[in-house]
């Protein structure tokens, strides 16, 4: 344990592969793709394909039911020893398709007593939803901050649909700014552990990252990650950043250097899909396909 940090905070990270970079090399996470519905639009998603917030976007991950997402976890934990995290990363968001999201949570804490919840959202219905996490012993959550200033913001989401209304442009993105800002300080309040995932669009919030970086710190984030866009029309960028490019490694990195010293950086992020399984950087789903599971849980 680095000596610096806190013990309870240790016991939450030792295990946890995105939160500890050590614990990558010896831990194992899964992703059951139970959240199909989202709240927002985001110009570099398509709707077709998995939540580009915290995963690669461009790809389709098998949707599965609460039931079977279980016999899917049951299936893996008796296959890879390593397995200690169940996170749920869409396809769409985990915080507005909630239903979905906590019934799985919950079987599966009842049939796996030790194994790690993690959930990753945009934060729009994250307020929501701080209580339940915490009473379900949900002790990651990733909130995808893009931007704290909604100028910037409704150059990256042209929609938001919160209150059972459409909202748009700077007003959408003022409301979504403020709820991912009340949601990650009352995690920190919680003392759950949050990451902070940031879609880097050159020309757009490359440099306001620096800002996004700042105020994140401020309120408690235990970890920032800048990820790069991935920018492919077929797969998603479109409306306000169609045309729009992904940064070249060399300025992802002299962004992140220029990071140093903010919030603790995370360098490790392999971007899954919202169905990986296995290592960080390996991705065993396709051996653990719902038709190759055993019918029953038993
Ligand atoms: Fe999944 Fe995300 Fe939890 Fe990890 S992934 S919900 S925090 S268990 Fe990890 Fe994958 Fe990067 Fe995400 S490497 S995309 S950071
Ligand atoms: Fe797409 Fe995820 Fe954005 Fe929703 S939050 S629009 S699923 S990238």
Known sequence: KPHEMDSAVWEKIKDHPCFSEEAHHYFARMHVAVAPACNIQCNYCNRKYDCANESRPGVVSERLTPDQALRKVIGVANEVPQLSVLGIAGPGDACYDWKNTKATFQRVAKEIADIKLCISTNGL??????????EMNVDHVTITINMVDPRIGAKIYPWIFYDNRRYTGVEAATILHERQMSGLEMLTARGILTKINSVMIPGVNDEHLIEVNKWVKERGAFLHNVMPLISDPAHGTHYGLSGQRGPKA?????????????????????????????????????EFTLDRLPDKVT
């Open 125 to 134: 219905a994250l307020p929501d939803r701080v209580a339940e996490l915490a």
């Open 250 to 286: 060399m300025e992802l990195k002299a962004l992140q250097d220029r990071l140093e010293g903010g919030a603790k950086l995370m360098r490790h992020c392999r971007q899954c899909r919202a169905d990986a399984v296995g290592l960080l950087g390996e991705d065993r789903g396709q």
